[in-house]
């Protein structure tokens, strides 16, 4: 999803935007990711983190492509919040779900793949981003692969939900000690 966070501001100049209004749609995807990470940390808690991952994950790869179908300013600034606190929402509720699903012994080997993961994702969506606008001057294919990855992504939070709510249902119940 760093393909919005690197390559917005370019694609607002493209639109004809002012380099300083360009600059100010990541912005404002920093700044709502402030609130996202509260509101989605806040809904982990109560729901948990796997499903306010797929949630958030669900938010960030709807919004991804809407970035190219925007031409003002205006529907740029609707798709950065919307982006904004689906992309702060999967940073935080994957922390938490490491948390719940994690062994305490592992946990923070556990936390360090996942987070590599999530930066290697990033630096590659970064760098594919570049990759096909110089190739077809144009950021919509880049913006459709972005989105791609964050389908892909929900197939597979959702996957791990749906073993884990099997696995829990087919566990004996727990019968408590006298």
Same mark, same amino acid.
């Given at each position: 999803?760093?393909?919005?966070?690197?390559?917005?501001?370019?694609?607002?100049?493209?639109?004809?935007?002012?380099?300083?209004?360009?600059?100010?749609?990541?912005?404002?995807?920093?700044?709502?990711?402030?609130?996202?990470?509260?509101?989605?940390?806040?809904?982990?808690?109560? /729901?948990?983190?796997?499903?306010?991952?797929?949630?958030? =994950?669900?938010?960030?790869?709807?919004?991804?492509?809407?970035?190219?179908?925007?031409?003002?300013?205006?529907?740029?600034?609707?798709?950065?919040?919307?982006?904004?606190?689906?992309? =702060?929402?999967?940073?935080?509720?994957?922390?938490?779900? /490491?948390?719940?699903?994690?062994? $305490?012994?592992?946990?923070?080997?556990?936390?360090?793949?996942?987070?590599?993961?999530?930066?290697?994702?990033?630096?590659?969506?970064?760098?594919?981003?570049?990759?096909?606008?110089?190739?077809?001057?144009?950021?919509? $294919? =880049?913006?459709? &692969?972005?989105?791609?990855?964050?389908?892909? &992504?929900?197939?597979?939070?959702?996957?791990?939900?749906?073993?884990?709510?099997?696995?829990?249902?087919?566990?004996?119940?727990?019968?408590?000690?006298?």
């Amino acid at each position: 999803m760093a393909t919005a966070l690197v390559h917005g501001a370019a694609l607002a100049q493209d639109l004809g935007i002012s380099p300083q209004r360009a600059a100010s749609v990541v912005s404002l995807i920093f700044l709502t990711g402030l609130v996202g990470r509260i509101i989605f940390g806040r809904l982990a808690d109560k /729901v948990g983190g796997l499903r306010s991952w797929w949630l958030a =994950s669900a938010v960030q790869s709807a919004m991804i492509f809407w970035f190219t179908r925007m031409h003002s300013l205006a529907g740029l600034y609707a798709v950065a919040v919307a982006f904004g606190l689906g992309y =702060s929402g999967v940073m935080t509720s994957f922390t938490v779900t /490491v948390r719940e699903l994690v062994p $305490l012994r592992v946990r923070s080997t556990a936390l360090g793949v996942v987070m590599g993961f999530a930066w290697l994702g990033m630096g590659v969506g970064a760098w594919q981003a570049g990759h096909f606008f110089d190739r077809t001057g144009d950021y919509t $294919l =880049s913006f459709a &692969n972005a989105a791609a990855a964050g389908i892909v &992504n929900l197939i597979l939070v959702g996957a791990l939900w749906l073993h884990l709510f099997r696995r829990r249902a087919a566990a004996p119940p727990r019968v408590a000690a006298a």
